[in-house]
């Protein structure tokens, strides 16, 4: 049985919804495309990103949040995700909440990640989070960019613990925000 479409919030140009089925081909081209990947360990097989998808969506059950499919209010195009992830591994911050963000490289550099992250801590907000965490390896300029521009600072580095310590993206910086 097919669920209906959660429409979560909206912005003058994007949408948060939940998850369709017909987006993971297109989660799957987005998860295999280099230049989306540049910051991550590898890019991802399908079998990889229908894995991700369902820890989404068991996510979105356990919590009645998650990463956010992100479409185009205009044409309804999937893009890609952005939304909230409770933090995967041990560290001097952990537990937590993470903001993140995962866009399809054709839509990079349109100020879309910065315009549904500012909803998505209002939605946090919403849910009773107080606290939220994002990061990304020292190298992700753009990445780190939405977070100063969505009003997170930045409380310092650490080593990625899920990463080798001679990997170019070992190096994480670390951003906070109150809300």
Excluded at 26 to 47: G, H, Q, W, Y
Excluded at 85 to 93: Q, W
């Amino acid at each position: 049985m097919l669920r209906p479409i959660t429409i979560f919030a909206e912005t003058e140009r994007l949408r948060l919804r939940s998850w369709k089925p017909e987006d993971l081909p297109l989660f799957a081209a987005i998860n295999k495309d280099a230049r989306v990947m540049k910051f991550f360990p590898a890019t991802l097989t399908e079998d990889e990103t229908e894995a991700f998808y369902d820890r989404i969506q068991e996510e979105f059950v356990r919590k009645g949040w998650g990463l956010y499919a992100v479409e185009l209010k205009d044409s309804g195009e999937f893009i890609g995700y952005v939304g909230l992830h409770e933090i995967g591994f041990e560290a001097d911050f952990t537990p937590g909440v993470e903001i993140g963000w995962r866009l399809a490289a054709d839509v990079h550099n349109k100020g879309y990640a910065t315009e549904a992250a500012v909803e998505v801590l209002r939605l946090a907000k919403s849910y009773g989070i107080r606290q939220l965490y994002s990061f990304t390896a020292v190298i992700n300029k753009p990445s780190e960019r939405v977070m100063q521009k969505t009003g997170m600072e930045k409380i310092g580095e650490f080593d990625h613990p899920k990463l080798t310590a001679d990997s170019p993206l070992c190096r994480h910086v670390l951003y906070v925000i109150d809300l």
